[in-house]
Structure formats: structure tokens, C-alpha cells
């Protein structure tokens, strides 16, 4: 049973690919769409919202591990009113995911919380970093955003291991 649900943040739970272009002061528009000074803007995905409480209800530790600056991550998440969402905040200027997720797990034991790898999932739009996370960190179920599943809500039908 999966105890823990990583995100990548980036083009996983909204469609800009950096947010760590994003300037400041930000607007926010409906709740779900950001704009920076300079009108790049980004959209939360539909369900991101209501994933997340599902998930909240569920007793499902969550966190984020993104390659972004992590005053950036940090304010996007806040003008959108997503941060109280997660546990752990992971987010780096490299883009190892791999690191990024034994540290979450690192700071959840620091805080009472021992998981094993089987009882982590990490959702991401890029495959690529799976591997690394497999080698290093073992058994942890990596899901690929909009192929494995195409809705987040899809993610709350994989969390029983098979
Ligand atoms: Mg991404």
C-alpha cells in the first residue's frame, strides 16, 4: 500500500515547463491560473486539487521534488494556495530526482515517518529520471504523467501495489 505520493511540479501538475522563469509580483486568476510581471502564465491541471485531498484523506503523505529555485517553487506554491498540501518540499537547481527523494525520505524519518520503497509512489512527466530512481532508491512506483495515467485522479486507483 502506498503510504507516500511524490510529485514533480513542472508540466505534472501545471503546463508551464519552468516556473523558475516566473517574476514577480504574480496575479492569480480563479485560483488555478498564475501570471508573472512579465504575462507567462501557468495553469493548474483540472483534478490536482481534488487528487490531493483525496489523497489527504486517505492519510497519503505527500510531497514535491522539483528542478526549480527553491524561492520560486515556494512562492508559485503559495500564491496558488497549494503548499499546505505537502509534507516535504524538495526543490533543487539540479535536476536528480533521485537525490531530491531520498532526502524527502530522510526528513520524513527525521520526523517519526519510516517508509519502505514499496510504500512510495513518484509522479512525474519524465520517464527519464525513473531509472535513477530504481537503481538507487529501489522498488519505488514511478508513474509517467499522461501516459501511465491521464487524469490525476487516476493516480487514486494505483495506489494498492499489484
Ligand atoms: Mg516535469
Known amino acids: ?17 519552468n516556473i523558475s522563469e516566473f517574476e514577480e509580483p ?8 498564475l ?5 507567462r502564465t501557468l495553469k493548474v491541471f483540472p483534478n490536482v486539487r481534488r487528487t490531493l485531498d483525496e489523497l489527504k484523506k486517505k492519510d497519503v503523505k505527500l510531497a514535491m521534488a522539483t528542478w526549480n529555485f527553491p524561492h520560486k517553487t515556494e ?6 494556495d497549494l503548499d499546505h498540501y505537502f509534507d516535504v ?9 533521485f537525490i531530491m527523494i531520498s532526502e524527502i525520505m530522510r526528513k520524513l524519518r ?13 509522479v512525474d512527466d519524465r520517464r527519464a529520471h525513473f531509472g535513477n530512481v530504481w537503481l538507487y532508491l529501489g522498488k519505488i512506483k514511478c508513474l509517467e504523467m499522461w501516459k501511465d495515467v491521464n487524469d ?11
Open 26 to 33: 504574480f496575479s492569480v486568476i480563479d485560483g488555478n491560473v
Open 110 to 122: 527525521e520526523s517519526g515517518t519510516s517508509l519502505k520503497s514499496e510504500e512510495v509512489m513518484f
Open 1 to 17: 500500500m502506498i503510504k507516500l505520493v511524490i510529485f514533480d511540479a513542472d508540466k505534472t501538475l501545471w503546463d508551464h515547463y
Open 35 to 39: 501570471r508573472d510581471s512579465k504575462g
Open 75 to 80: 512562492k508559485v506554491l503559495r500564491a496558488l
Open 89 to 97: 518540499i524538495v526543490s533543487r537547481d539540479f535536476p536528480f530526482k
Open 152 to 162: 490525476h485522479l487516476e493516480i487514486l486507483s494505483k495506489l494498492e501495489r499489484s
